[in-house]
Antibody
Framework: QVQLVESGGGVVQPGKSLRLSCAVSGFTFSSYGMHWVRQAPGKGLEWVAIVWYDGSKKYHADSVKGRFTISRDNSKNTLFLQMNSLRVEDTAVYYC???????????WGQGTLVTVSS | QSALTQPASVSGSPGQSITISCTGTSSDVGGYHYVSWYQQHPGKAPKLMIYDVSNRPSGVSNRFSGSKSSNTASLTISGLQAEDEADYYCSSYTSSSTYVFGTGTKVTVL
């Protein structure tokens, strides 16, 4: 069955960097777009970034543009989110998701918590 | 990109129908057929309920339906059940090739 497992979350100081990973199995990873979505504690969902199936195109939310970079390694069935210059407001559970069709995320990971605090 | 606007809460009795609205602009909801709806129970990952405005993924109950008129999309839950109590979010593709979620709606089954 389809599985997505995030890792790399933790506590980090403001201004530091963190790299999240999402290991997938159960489907042909190289055929699907992949998303990162985050949810601050007690808040709603916020879309973060998307990378096309072949890595040729990437788009990021304005709130993270220039600081976060989404990428993928299709040979290792893994999605990444490089997060630089972290801010307190980046504190959230980060989910990776597989795209069914444009913008529809039909499979989600369990989420990994990133806490930015001094 | 501002979040799409949803009512904070909607409630209904078991068996009733409720509708959740999701209002955006011509640059997102009104401009594309790419509106999705998600259900999220506390402490769980979201679940896709509707995609492409009105399509249900395999395994989703036909009590859930979606529609769109101009800049507003809607999710209707008919025959409300206790298990439908959850948070619901809409999302849309945007003219910037990005995506935006709605503010979220808490559904309460009375």
């Amino acid at each position: 069955q389809v599985q997505l497992v995030e890792s790399g979350g933790g506590v980090v100081q403001p201004g530091k960097s963190l790299r999240l990973s999402c290991a997938v199995s159960g489907f042909t990873f190289s055929s699907y777009g992949m998303h990162w979505v985050r949810q601050a504690p007690g808040k709603g969902l916020e879309w973060v970034a998307i990378v096309w199936y072949d890595g040729s195109k990437k788009y990021h939310a304005d709130s993270v543009k220039g600081r976060f970079t989404i990428s993928r390694d299709n040979s290792k069935n893994t999605l990444f989110l490089q997060m630089n210059s972290l801010r307190v407001e980046d504190t959230a559970v980060y989910y990776c998701g597989k795209e069914l069709v444009v913008g529809a995320i039909d499979n989600w990971g369990q989420g990994t918590l990133v806490t930015v605090s001094s | 990109q501002s979040a799409l606007t949803q009512p904070a809460s909607v409630s209904g009795s078991p068996g009733q129908s409720i509708t959740i609205s999701c209002t955006g602009t011509s640059s997102d909801v009104g401009g594309y057929h790419y509106v999705s709806w998600y259900q999220q129970h506390p402490g769980k990952a979201p679940k896709l309920m509707i995609y492409d405005v009105s399509n249900r993924p395999s395994g989703v109950s036909n009590r859930f339906s979606g529609s769109k008129s101009s800049n507003t999309a809607s999710l209707t839950i008919s025959g409300l059940q206790a298990e439908d109590e959850a948070d619901y979010y809409c999302s849309s593709y945007t003219s910037s090739s990005t995506y935006v979620f709605g503010t979220g709606t808490k559904v309460t089954v009375l």
